[in-house]
């Protein structure tokens, strides 16, 4: 069995057609059930280096916090919070933790059949990718 945590990029919510947000990604992360604790530890070991406990009880980690300097990163150098990504990269490496991803990618200016045909709308299968090595 495994723990299965599920993330998008894009917030249409039922507007698959916002002409704002042509890009949507699925993301989910499966972590087998017998090394979820080991996972859930080494992410609390990185995470203690960069933001020593006691942490706000709202303390979550974003990408989009991460990427773009803001909330708990807004002070934190760009090569800190590259350091704090591939150390939580590292703890998914190590476990050999599977990522499936898929995405769709409309150009809203012209029909599926004439997208599908240059090869401008793509809708991906999930691909399995399974980190084997380091990420950098």
Same mark, same amino acid.
């Not at 087998?32 to 080991?38: A, G, I, T, Y």
């Not at 909330?71 to 350091?83: E, N, T, V, Y």
């Given at each position: 069995m495994h723990l299965i945590y599920f993330d998008e990029s894009g917030n249409t919510g039922n507007n #698959?057609?916002?002409h704002q947000q042509p890009i949507f990604v699925l993301c989910a992360l499966a972590v087998?059930?017998?090394?979820? $604790?080991?996972v859930e530890q080494g992410l609390q070991v990185e995470t203690e280096k960069f933001f020593p406990s006691p942490r706000p009880d709202d303390f979550e980690i974003h990408a989009t916090d991460l990427t773009s300097s803001r909330?708990?990163?807004?002070?934190?150098?760009?090569?800190?919070? #590259?350091?704090f990504r591939d150390a939580w990269f590292s703890v998914a490496v190590k476990h050999? #933790?599977?990522i499936v991803l898929g995405h769709?990618?409309?150009d809203f200016g012209r029909t599926k059949k004439e997208a599908a045909r240059d090869?401008?709308?793509s809708r991906s299968?999930?691909?399995? $990718?399974v980190a084997t090595k380091s990420i950098g």
């Open positions: #698959l057609n916002d087998p059930e017998d090394r979820w $604790l080991q909330r708990w990163f807004k002070s934190i150098s760009l090569a800190d919070r #590259l350091a050999e #933790l599977t769709a990618v409309v090869n401008v709308l299968k999930p691909a399995r $990718l």
